[in-house]
């Protein structure tokens, strides 16, 4: 399994991984192109030949050192393997020290929660 930077050609995979996963609360395909154009170098595809089986999208805020991952996704016939975790890993592995990170996830997605959690992610309400 490859971790890379999404390239143009990848967009569609990853969208169709957007839409598979998330359904109606899906970005719409436009987003992951402006994402792409906005914060290419946040945008990571864990790849497996060339199948995209997992993405993570980290963007900056307009707060010096505060980011967000917007979304982490990984195609069910690759998951139990660590590829969330690696995609987040290395997504944040570059932020400067001291640099504060969050995300968003649905309260029910247990696996997601326990995931978080166990990297240092803290439930606010």
Not at 10 to 22: H, P, R, T
Not at 26 to 46: N, T
Request: hydrophobic share 45%.
């Amino acid at each position: 399994m490859d971790i890379l930077s999404a390239r143009k050609e990848d967009l569609a995979a990853v969208y169709a991984l957007e839409n598979k996963l998330f359904g109606e609360h899906s970005y719409p395909q436009f987003f992951i192109r402006q994402a792409y154009d906005c914060w290419g170098e946040s945008l990571l595809v864990a790849k497996e030949g060339e199948a995209v089986a997992g993405y993570v999208l980290l963007t900056t805020s307009n707060v010096a050192k505060h980011y967000w991952i917007m979304s982490v996704a990984v195609n069910s016939e690759f998951r139990g393997r660590g590829i969330a975790r690696s995609l987040v890993e290395r997504v944040m592995a570059p932020l400067a020290e001291g640099s504060s990170v969050k995300l968003t996830v649905d309260p029910l997605n247990q696996p997601a929660l326990s995931l978080y959690q166990s990297m240092g992610f803290t439930v606010l309400e």
